[in-house]
């Protein structure tokens, strides 16, 4: 397995940007399928975006989509989540997690993954 550990969160306002990292250990990184999740107050954790170990296809939610992109560098073992016209109800802890020889949609469909980040707080104010 990897270990998983996010970078890049913050405060920002309303309509501005921020990009989150998530740094992986060992050598087998360009096998996991990459996800992003995050987790509001008093609400589930839920699915933001997802890259591919194989394809490099992604996957977004519909409320993240044309603003937020998911990237990935296998050389740097770093998975990326750039954020743009971030908006109040984006604030959250956002997780990067990774399942390894997975497509998009089955890490869509688990409740569970092999490995998950220790979470990065972002926080969007009005």
């Known amino acids: 397995q990897v270990q998983l550990v996010e970078s890049g969160g913050g405060l920002v306002q309303a309509g501005g940007s921020l990009r989150l990292s998530c740094a992986a250990s060992?050598?087998?990184?360009?096998?996991?399928?990459m996800g992003w999740f995050r987790q509001a107050p008093g609400r589930e954790r839920e699915f933001v975006t997802a890259?591919?170990?194989?394809?490099?296809?992604?996957y977004y939610a519909h409320s993240v989509k044309g603003r937020f992109t998911i990237s990935r560098d296998n050389a740097k073992n770093t998975v990326y989540l750039q954020m743009n016209s971030l908006k109040p109800d984006d604030t959250a802890v956002y997780y990067c997690a990774a399942d390894r020889w997975v497509t998009v949609a089955t890490m869509m469909s688990r409740s569970s993954h092999d490995c998950w980040g220790q979470g990065a707080q972002v926080t969007v104010s009005s």
């Open positions: 060992g050598r087998t990184f360009s096998t996991y399928t």
């Open positions: 890259i591919s170990w194989s394809t490099g296809s992604t």
